[in-house]
């Protein structure tokens, strides 16, 4: 694992620190030019002060990447948060917690691990971490550690590692290889290699599936029943990127400040600031509801969300007292902007007009066939990923009772007139408000939306108009004031989509059969679970470290609701 030469594609270490290996490894795999990617799962019980990056960083060659590193070290709560470099090439998973709990939340095989914390007593290491360790090694990983670890020794060969003796040169570092004489369990052991896979549907989560599949080498069709991609829900002209607020820190909270962190990411990386996407942050506003922070905020959750200030609230036209909570990592962004980014990719091929009626295993993967039979494509791989069309294509999602349900949603918009009087930010709450778009023929403003369960309509509604303008009433009650006289005199454009959610509204996410993988039922947070969800599924197909602890990954199990 010295940083002369290339390092091993899965690292785990279990004392993170200031990331100095991690950033000698990230500048090692630079120089060795090799193909693939890099992952490295650290853990630390405490995050240092981003300061402390740099600073520790004495090689001037690496404070460029320090520098990387730092800029993504914010909002670092207790459990995992993913980190991406090198256009997605180099992933950093920090795992803030105990451990042997991190340890226990993690799901991979690993090529290498170093021991670098040193324990604080010896009740902190021992055959239970070691057996933890195992668990996430591949046959023949490699684990350096010092002689804080001495202890560990007498556990190795039980839990199958063999001594190497003494390696390096300072005397006090010992290495063993993981070779055990049994056939180790665990999901991460028959991880795919990549092939050729089939993506259906074109939205959000299609195109993410298909760009995490490409990134990792496998030649990737996307078909879509329209001509174009994002034609459905994505399609949206602008949609609100902003994480859930619970008092109990609830699993949807700590979901979504995942996908948040995962696609402000992808924004920053590959979008147009201020016409694809702005960093704008959003004022949350819910008059009729609880609205707190959990009881003990830390200070890593204040960089996420935290009660509104006396001026946020004047910005948004709000009484000082009304209940108000400031998300600072939120933004506006532009679905079908992300979509062809994503489908962008060398690896990709995009075949619009193409509807799939349904998938057939065949002894080299699965055969995609349209209405008449004739076959569209086939792959070693399917990933269905076409919201409510999905349960068409998989009969165990058709119930009773259905899994799968559309929604159907209006967002409300019209081109801004001068002189509006409207807040600098997006506020949401029952509903939201995006005050600012840019768009081809201007500056424009979107508000809703509505939410019909199990209508499949279309349309545009009158009644769907009213109620997101008394829903702006309640969440803006100066911006519904200065926006009504577009509504009456029937200036307001309608935009509507169907929604595909789940029965507990999270999405569905895993392998159905050998081969054949969900992605869907994300509703309307499209935007924060797409590249999360298809991170996970590339993680979990290849044996990579989970974006996510294991429980909020089970989370989105497809399968909890067969």
Request: with cysteine; glycine share 8%.
């Amino acid at each position: 694992m010295s940083a002369a030469g290339p390092p091993p594609a899965r690292i785990l270490e279990t004392g993170f620190g200031a990331g100095l290996n991690f950033l000698a490894d990230w500048q090692a795999w630079r120089q060795s030019g090799q193909p693939g990617l890099l992952h490295y799962a650290g853990i630390t019980a405490q995050p240092v002060p981003p300061a402390a990056l740099a600073q520790a960083a004495h090689d001037p060659a690496l404070h460029p990447l320090a520098q990387q590193l730092a800029a993504q070290w914010s909002g670092l709560t207790p459990g995992f948060h993913r980190m991406v470099f090198e256009e997605g090439r180099v992933l950093l998973t920090l795992c803030v917690g105990e451990t042997r709990a991190m340890l226990r939340a993690q799901e991979f095989g690993a090529d290498a691990v170093r021991l670098h914390d040193v324990p604080a007593s010896p009740a902190d290491w021992d055959l239970h971490a070691l057996k933890a360790i195992a668990r996430l090694c591949r046959r023949g990983a490699v684990l350096a550690a010092s002689q804080a670890h001495a202890g560990l020794r007498p556990h190795l060969a039980s839990c199958g590692f063999t001594p190497h003796g003494s390696q390096g040169d300072a005397p006090e570092e010992w290495s063993a290889m993981f070779a055990p004489d049994w056939e180790p369990r665990g999901t991460h052991r028959g991880a795919r290699e990549a092939g050729s896979c089939v993506v259906v549907g074109g939205g959000l989560a299609g195109a993410a599936a298909a760009n995490s599949l490409a990134r990792r080498g496998w030649q990737v069709q996307v078909l879509d029943a329209a001509p174009f991609p994002a034609a459905g829900a994505s399609g949206l002209p602008a949609g609100l990127l902003a994480p859930h607020q619970s008092p109990d820190d609830s699993l949807l909270s700590r979901l979504t400040r995942a996908g948040v962190r995962s696609t402000l990411q992808q924004a920053q990386a590959l979008l147009h600031e201020g016409s694809d996407w702005q960093a704008s942050g959003a004022l949350e506003h819910r008059p009729d509801a609880l609205q707190s922070l959990p009881a003990a905020a830390a200070e890593a959750l204040a960089s996420w969300s935290r009660e509104a200030t006396a001026a946020e609230k004047q910005q948004a036209f709000l009484h000082a007292d009304a209940p108000a909570l400031w998300h600072a990592c939120a933004a506006w962004i532009k679905p079908a902007a992300l979509v062809r980014v994503w489908l962008n990719h060398p690896r990709i091929h995009w075949r619009g007009n193409s509807t799939v009626a349904r998938i057939v295993a065949t002894p080299q993967g699965w055969q995609l066939l349209d209405a008449s039979g004739a076959s569209l494509a086939q792959g070693e791989l399917v990933v269905v990923a076409a919201a409510h069309a999905s349960a068409a294509l998989l009969p165990d999602l058709g119930g009773p009772p259905p899994v799968l349900q559309p929604v159907r949603g209006q967002v409300s918009w019209a081109m801004a007139a001068a002189g509006l009087r409207l807040p600098p930010f997006p506020l949401h709450g029952n509903g939201h408000l995006l005050p600012r778009v840019p768009m081809d023929e201007g500056e424009a403003w979107l508000c809703g939306a509505s939410f019909g369960r199990d209508d499949t309509g279309l349309d545009a509604r009158d009644q769907d108009h009213a109620e997101n303008l008394e829903r702006l009433r309640v969440l803006a009650p100066e911006a519904a004031q200065q926006l009504a006289p577009a509504f009456e005199n029937r200036e307001v454009q309608a935009w509507t989509q169907l929604r595909c959610v789940a029965a507990d509204r999270r999405p569905l996410l895993g392998e159905l059969a050998p081969g054949l993988w969900l992605s869907t039922a994300m509703g309307s947070r499209g935007l924060t679970f797409a590249m999360l969800c298809a991170e996970l599924l590339a993680a979990r197909l290849h044996g990579e470290p989970l974006p996510l602890e294991r429980k909020l990954a089970d989370a989105l199990d497809a399968r909890r609701h067969r």
